[in-house]
């Protein structure tokens, strides 16, 4: 099997990208893979960590408004395209699979242009253009969520990481909780706004605290880069736990009993999998995806909602206790999450690879 794969900048597209490779190596350790990304983003990092050759390509950013980068555009996209036809020729690729972002529409032209299948899979409910416009000649569309609006889209869930598709959250609660300083046998909120953090997520959650340090919860805080300090020094308690980031995420799901967080395609993919109750604040800029995100979880009872401007210490303290105090509330929430959700997300798209190379 010869396949390259595009996609880079955000933990969105990279995570599904290597979770897909690493499907693709299980079925042919063989295989060649080679990635197409940019200098920049977090592929630069992550994908020569997982041991995969990336090609980094210019980026061909679309511009929101007119100016210097539309005259710029034509030379960029160019580039891009060029490259992506020798990443292409360099392994003999047999399909071309693209994960969205600025890397993914040179992939797809320079596909088209070397007669070889491209696969699209969008992560979000609401798709990019680059996959809008990918989607029209691909020889497979996947998408995460089943209202995904592009056309002959085939619903794969979202490729997850092996750590989190495994998950065993039962087996694995006494032994994440010792690697976290925490106790197993009592109740865990987790909040987290990502790697960058979310400052309406950290002020709520030290407003919520107290409340929920009276009643026996502990609280894993992951703040983000750079907002741990005054989280630090607003919260001093031997039951809130904050750090600035979690490589291992999937300690803090393992232990969870509830998780506050942002609704991008992968939190909510992966919460939904593994099955968690969760009170989700949409980010409140960009197209609206995150809300779209949310939707099913919310609609099959594993999930919460609230606007970002809504999401205060009294929004908090009215709803996120109670939900601590009644001993069933989590534990159902918990099972119409798991109900909701895919682990099997990198097979269903690696079948589509390798119908599309056959």
Known sequence: MRVVLAGGGTAGHVNPLLATAAELMRRDPAAKLAVLGTASGLESRLVPAAGLELTAIPKARVPRAIGAEWLRLPANLAGAVREARRAI??????????FGGYVAAP???AARRERVPAIVHEANSRPGLANRLGARRAAAVAVTFPDTPLRGAQLTGLPLRGAIAGLDRAAGREAAAAALGLDPARPVLVVTGGSLGALRLNATAVGLAPALLDAGVQVLHLTGAGKAESVRAAIVHPDY???EYLDRIDLAYTVADLI???AGAGTVSEIAAVGIASVLVPLPIGN???ALNARGLIEAGGALAVADRDFTPAWALARIPPLFADPRALPTMAAHARSAGIREGAGRLADLIEAAIR
Do not use: F, M, P
């Open 89 to 98: 020729a360099k392994i003999d690729a047999q399909a071309v699979v693209g």
């Open 107 to 109: 992939a797809y032209l």
């Open 241 to 243: 736990h904050v750090r």
């Open 260 to 262: 506050v967080a942002r």
């Open 288 to 290: 609206g995806e995150q």
